[in-house]
């Protein structure tokens, strides 16, 4: 595969993981979609702990210069030799409509082979397992999260959530249990550690702030593989917000900016 550009709309910001080579720099890996309908995911985009960390967010659009991986025989992987951020966050009503074409189920998933893929849980149970109250600076909690990511469920989370569900529209599916690895969620569980100095205390607020929140929203889950084990991860949650007026397509920016220019020359 040779360099190409991509223009995605982010949906998933992965936790960020050191570099093994240089301490100061890290990197963290997204999960978007781009003008094809299609989720890639995109490893690694580079950044310097403390300088404003990562310069982009959930629903932005980035131009990513990519190829193919070096050992990631996914078929939606890309390794990113260079993005910019072209300053044009989607609204959720955008994202929805990009996303609902690839609702599917994990049972269909394992069929085809995939690694990345959207489900529209119904959601039964969540569990929170606090295995440590300490306060974990920012730092130490990515490196926590990259050894979790690295060596698989043998390495122990300061807080492990599990959302048990069954895909809905599915009449294979048993239903599941599975890990929530979003970094936003990973934020809210460092917080609520910080705050709580008693793991019951942190287990309750976590299943408020969580699992309630999340039983009342219009609910969709963006999943990824394990890249070693293969096995299934919640990655990121989309929770759209109700959107009233129309918006146009989050990939025809350059157009729009294009036309705001020419009204503002002929006014």
Request: aromatic content about 8%; proline content about 3%; charged content about 35%.
């Amino acid at each position: 595969m040779r360099r190409e550009k991509e223009e995605i709309a982010i949906l998933v910001r992965a936790t960020p993981e050191k570099s093994k080579r240089n301490g100061d720099v890290h990197a963290v890996g997204v999960t978007g979609i781009n003008k094809a309908g299609e989720l890639l995911r995109l490893y690694p985009l580079r950044f310097r702990y403390g300088e404003g960390l990562v310069d982009f967010r959930k629903n932005d659009l980035l131009e990513v210069t990519v190829t193919k991986p070096d050992h990631d025989l996914r078929w939606e992987s890309r390794k990113v030799l260079d993005y910019v951020n072209l300053e044009r966050p989607a609204k959720d009503r955008e994202i929805k409509e990009l996303i609902l074409p690839l609702v599917t189920s994990l049972e269909r998933l394992n069929i085809e082979g995939a690694s990345l893929g959207v489900v529209k849980p119904e959601l039964l149970d969540m569990e929170v397992k606090v295995n440590s109250i300490e306060t974990w600076d920012r730092q130490q909690y990515f490196n926590m999260m990259g050894d979790f990511l690295e060596k698989g469920e043998k390495a122990r989370m300061p807080v492990e959530v599990r959302n048990t569900f069954r895909c809905e529209g599915e009449e294979a599916c048993r239903g599941h249990k599975i890990i929530l690895l979003d970094w936003e969620l990973n934020e809210t569980v460092r917080n609520i550690v910080r705050e709580e100095r008693e793991p019951g205390a942190v287990k309750k607020k976590i299943r408020e702030q969580l699992f309630e929140f999340q039983k009342e929203k219009e609910l969709y889950f963006i999943m990824g593989t394990h890249f070693i084990y293969g096995t299934w991860m919640i990655t990121g949650i989309f929770c759209p917000e109700k959107e009233n007026r129309n918006q146009s397509n989050i990939f025809d920016f350059k157009q729009e900016k294009a036309a705001t220019a020419v009204e503002k020359i002929v006014t």
